[in-house]
């Protein structure tokens, strides 16, 4: 089917990482009496109103929670805390500390007034 | 990078810390500043310095040339003038072996031409567990949320 050796791999072990576009490919390769369908009205990110690049922001985003909630449930920690630790980690450490700087002004101004 | 406007740092705490480095002054960036620069989400708005003896003259030295006075007479010694109040001076960090040796364990963060030396997230989380006080213990979990995410990047 032109597929790399990995994602036949992929499909053969079940994993659920596998695109469903792939997924149709094989079982139409296979000449499956099986049907499937995406049903786009049920998938979050892919509104209507939505962007190319807002879909890319969002699945980024979903990705990165739930790599946080994979490490968050093997340590035990919180996977909200992991994911800010995440996206903390794609910025220079300068750059992290500078927005921690800058929160605790807001910080401090908000408890100012 | 300096310059840029996301760069956290006043151009007197820049000099001060390259006029240190400049001069071999042995000196470790501790607390919750060094762990937000390894990724922990926690808010700072201080930078603390652990030097392995505060009679080191080259404090003195780079306290002057980023325009500000090194009193290490006061309790706890402290380092005055404009653009340079947010850096602290501490004497020492509950839960820790001695200087030389966490010195010995520490990382390179580079800044600017040179490069400052910080306390691995991992001794910081002992150290704030020792400390023990309320603020302390508030931020554990944020800490060994960072510590878990940095484990996977290894």
């Not at chain 1, 690049?53 to 790599?67: C, I, K, S, T, V």
């Not at chain 1, 449930?73 to 996206?87: I, Q, S, W, Y």
Request: hydrophobic share 45%; with cysteine.
């Amino acid at each position: 089917m032109g597929s790399s050796p990995s994602r036949i791999c992929k499909l053969e072990a079940c994993d659920d990482t596998v695109a469903a576009s792939l997924m149709l490919r094989a079982l139409e390769i296979m000449d499956a009496p099986l049907r499937i369908e995406i049903d786009a009205k049920r998938d979050a990110w892919s509104g209507p109103g939505h962007t190319k690049r807002e879909r890319r922001m969002l699945a980024d985003r979903l990705l990165r929670r739930r790599r946080a909630e994979r490490i968050a449930e093997a340590h035990t920690v919180d996977a909200g805390d992991v994911e800010h630790v995440l996206f903390n980690l794609s910025l220079s450490p300068w750059q992290r500390l500078a927005r921690s700087f800058q929160r605790a002004r807001l910080d401090r101004l908000s408890t100012e007034r | 990078m300096p310059g840029s406007t996301d760069f956290p740092l006043s151009d007197e705490e820049l000099t001060f810390l390259r006029e240190l480095t400049r001069a071999g002054a042995k000196f470790l960036i501790v607390g919750l500043g060094a762990a937000v620069l390894q990724g922990a989400d926690a808010v700072t708005q201080d930078l603390d310095l652990w030097f392995r003896s505060v009679a080191d003259p080259s404090i003195a030295q780079a306290a002057r040339a980023a325009g500000g006075v090194f009193a290490w007479r006061s309790v706890p010694p402290m380092i005055a003038g404009d653009g340079l109040e947010r850096l602290d001076i501490v004497l020492q960090c509950d839960g820790l072996d001695n200087f030389d040796v966490e010195y010995a364990h520490a990382a390179d963060i580079p800044l600017d031409d040179f490069a400052v030396k910080i306390l691995p997230l991992e001794r910081i989380i002992a150290s704030k567990r020792a400390a023990g006080r309320p603020k302390d213990k508030a931020v554990l979990e944020a800490l060994k949320a960072a510590l878990a995410a940095r484990s996977t990047l290894d």
